[in-house]
């Protein structure tokens, strides 16, 4: 049955994005149902990050058009409300404490004061940060930036959150409780865009999986179908489509070695 | 609607930038002993000047007998423009964690909360000693509530300037990322600029003190009587109070209404400037590219030291920025510099002698001494785990600088011949100026491992990790008086007219003991500091 623009979280209609004569991204289209776990994947410098940017309005596209929950993304003072956003670098200011940068951040937000500080004491709670909520950010280690981080991005309850790398550099447990925080999202109805190269992650939680390879999207689907169409065999794993599917394309490119 | 809740947002987050300035001012002991310094410094001549604002708000008798009142209030609009320009183009042009910020409040807010931000920075610095002028001004006219008018006029310029600034700085940052070239030829112009005004700034006194005709010149032809006017009306209900004109009631006008519209245009270029990409992008077709390997050349390849300069050499040569530092030599060189071209040709070739001497063990010692902790910790799980020794890198750090500063050092004085200096006396300063390079060198480790700075900060528009200001100062106090010292006594020794006395004799030789002995001291100290470094 054809989707509803209700239905659909995120619209990317023929994106492209160059610099002069250099192409980042290529006439991309995406039709992300709402409440997916969508991985997105690519090798390095295959465009993720241009195009995570593209999404979420931080960048305007050469031509084609974005759409998240019906909003235009040029439309940045109504696309605030729905999108949430964790970059690669978690932008956090060090000479703030973490229940400073969040209380913060939820001013901004316009959420109540009330509601922003029950919010904080929960995530905190369980993102294990309670006993340095008030030590200044300069101090914490790269696993505790990523969750206040991370925490900051859903503050608001985003109705879409893209997130780069968000399991990356994290020991076990964190990574783990960021999966699960990811998963609970989505049970509620949040729409994740997940861009990793941690490909378990992506085959644990994702519903559906695009793959990018120099700004194209090469392969997309449930994890399932990427690894039929790879033709990884019985027993094939998402890593094993992912290298299949990148190197079939890196052997068609016109200036492909060999 | 919106423009409350931007004008909120944008209150916010002027506040979060400006607490988080306080805490990097006030964030660790050094910066507060070298804020302390600063305020007895400049608080001394702070002192020195409230008496003289007084006596002149007691002997004024108009507003136009106050000394360069029209000119400076004509000008008052410019130069809180051309400040503003340059903050957004130096400091403000964009907003810290802007993926963050971006992705929450609409640009407005973000224009609104910079600018808040850098107006509470700017008071903080400028407004206690500024309102300090004005209140001792305003008692001496006899009327204090001139502070309270003073500010309330200063404001609707001061918001419109600011917003006009702001507009103006971020287009040409535009216009700046459509030509790169312009923009690096900006930099070298801003810094050559910089020693202009440093070297101009020696005359201006003379002028401002000696022609009085040119001060007059100036206050007929820059002078715009409306503005005039307008700045007039804080001193409403003073003695010195002057009829209210049809022209300064339009200046408030005009400034009220450009407000706005400064707003919006700061707003629109924002969003232009942050939503949108560079035309070209450095990629890796674009980026220099090194072919032939490692080698230094000779003599620095004969040994493991003279290869690790060779290596500081090249990185420095590839990322000039890091030298950054080196300018505030400029303000110590700059009297000198103007001392040297109005001397007479009679001494002008012992001036530059001299000077080449002083600016070369300035150089040996600053160019990669003052901070060898701070430059080499990135490297440091690779430097300390080779089994090339901290002798070794101390003294690359050392051989570098010395390949920086004694060119200069020895070049200047035999260059000085043609300008009338005899070669022996030539001969003689370049021989000191050799000693007084290593010795530079020397301590500048020393002191520059005994006090490392770590964290990058903006320095001249480049993030990268700089000395600790009180150590250039330090360094610059004691490596200029000791090399000042020693060039003196050269010239009395080459003229011939020195005096073998008990008391030269002791004074020189604590003279020299003391050079040697705290140089080696330093350098030996480096070595312990490099040997026993751990990652705390």
């Known amino acids: 049955m054809p989707s509803t623009d209700d239905d659909i979280a995120i619209r990317a209609a023929e994106l492209r994005k160059s610099y002069q004569s250099e192409v980042a991204v290529e006439r991309l289209s995406l039709a992300i149902p709402t409440g997916t776990v969508y991985g997105f994947l690519g090798p390095n410098g295959a465009g993720k990050t241009t195009t995570m940017r593209l999404l979420t ?56 004061l009330d509601t922003a500080r029950d919010r904080i004491d929960e995530y905190l709670d369980r993102f294990g940060l309670t006993g340095d909520a008030d030590k200044r950010i300069e101090a914490y280690s790269k696993g505790m930036r990523q969750k206040t981080a991370f925490i900051q991005s859903v503050l608001h ?73 790879a033709e990884t065999g019985e027993g094939g794993s998402l890593e094993d489509a992912f290298l299949a599917v990148t190197s079939q394309h890196r052997t068609d490119a016109p200036d492909a070695e060999g | 609607m919106s423009l409350h809740r931007d004008v909120r947002h944008g209150l916010r987050i002027g506040r979060a930038e400006f607490v988080r300035s306080l805490r ?17 410094f400049f608080g001394g001549s702070l002192l020195l000047s409230l008496p003289t604002a007084y006596l002149l708000g007691r002997t004024a008798r108009s507003v136009t007998t106050i000394p360069f009142f029209e000119a400076g209030a004509s000008a008052f609009p410019v130069v809180l423009v051309l400040v503003a320009m340059l903050r957004t183009l130096e400091r403000i042009g964009s907003v810290e964690a802007e993926d963050l910020v971006l992705m929450t409040v609409h640009p407005r807010a973000v224009v609104l909360g ?18 300090a002028l004005a209140v001792a001004f305003a008692l001496g006219v006899g009327a204090p509530q001139l502070v309270l008018t003073g500010g309330l006029v200063a404001l609707p310029l001061v918001c419109c300037a600011a917003v006009w600034g702001y507009a103006s700085g971020l287009g040409a940052l535009r216009l700046l990322r459509y030509l790169p070239v312009v923009r690096r030829v900006l930099k070298l112009g801003g810094i050559l600029a910089m020693v202009g005004a440093v070297v101009a700034s020696q005359f201006v006194g003379a002028y401002i003190i000696e022609a009085d005709r040119w001060m007059r010149w100036l206050g007929s032809t820059a002078t715009v009587d409306p503005l005039v006017g307008y700045v007039a009306l804080a001193f409403a209900g003073t003695p010195l109070a002057q009829p209210v004109s049809i022209g300064s009631i339009a200046v ?68 000039p920025q890091e030298l ?194 705290v140089s080696y001291g330093a350098y030996r100290y480096a070595i312990r500091r490099y040997r026993r470094y751990v990652f705390d």
């Open chain 2, 252 to 319: 408030l006008g005009v400034a009220l209404a450009l407000t706005p519209i400064g707003l919006a245009v700061a707003t629109r270029q924002a969003s232009t400037l942050w939503f949108t990409d560079a035309p070209t992008r450095t990629t890796s077709t674009q980026t220099p590219n090194s072919t032939g390997g490692f080698t230094a050349p000779q003599p620095l390849a004969w040994s493991n030291a003279g290869r690790i300069a060779w290596g500081v050499l090249v990185r420095a040569r590839r990322h």
């Open chain 1, 157 to 229: 309850d985003p109705d879409v959150l893209f997130l780069d790398e968000p399991t990356s550099g994290l020991d076990p447990r964190a990574a783990r409780t960021i999966r699960g925080s990811i998963t609970d999202f989505a049970d509620r109805g949040t729409t994740v865009f997940l861009s990793t190269h941690i490909l378990p992650v992506v085959d644990a939680i994702a519903d559906e999986v695009g793959v990018l390879f120099d700004g194209r999207l090469v392969a997309e689907g449930t994890p399932t179908q990427v690894q039929d169409r």
């Open chain 2, 114 to 131: 910079l600018i808040t931000a850098e107006i509470g920075r700017l008071a903080l610095w400028f407004g206690l000693p500024i309102g």
């Open chain 2, 324 to 517: 950054s530092h080196l300018l505030t030599i400029v303000f110590f060189i700059g009297p000198i510099g103007t001392t040297v071209v109005q001397s007479s040709g009679d001494t002008i070739g012992v001036l530059v002698a001299g000077t080449g001497v002083g600016l070369g063990t300035v150089l040996a010692g600053a160019t990669f001494g003052l901070n060898p902790l701070g430059d080499d910790r990135p490297q440091f799980p690779l430097l300390l785990l080779t089994t090339t020794s901290p002798r070794a890198l101390v003294r690359g750090r050392l051989l570098a600088g010395a390949a920086v500063g004694l060119p200069v050092a020895v070049l200047a004085p035999v260059a000085s011949v043609s300008l009338g200096t005899a070669v022996p006396r030539a001969l003689a300063f370049a021989g000191v100026g050799v000693g007084t390079c290593l010795a530079a060198a020397m301590f500048a480790l020393g002191i520059g491992a005994a006090y490392p700075v770590y964290e990058e900060r903006e320095f001249w528009g480049t993030e990268t990790v700089v000395p600790s200001t009180l150590v250039m100062i330090g360094y610059m106090f004691v490596v200029g008086g000791g090399t000042g010292l020693g060039l003196v006594v050269t010239w009395f020794a080459v003229t011939g007219n020195l005096v073998f006395t008990p008391v030269f004799l002791g004074g020189f030789g604590t003279y020299l003991l003391l050079t040697v002995g």
């Open chain 2, 24 to 40: 990097g001012y006030l964030g660790n002991t050094r910066r507060l002993v070298g804020l302390a310094i600063a305020v007895l």
């Open chain 1, 57 to 112: 309005g931080l960048t305007q596209p050469t031509s084609g058009s974005v759409r998240v929950r019906g909003v235009d993304v040029a439309n940045r003072r109504a696309l605030a409300s729905h999108v949430g956003y964790l970059p690669e670098t978690p932008p956090l200011y060090e000479e703030f404490s973490a229940r400073e940068q969040l209380e913060y951040v939820a001013d901004l937000r316009d959420v109540p």
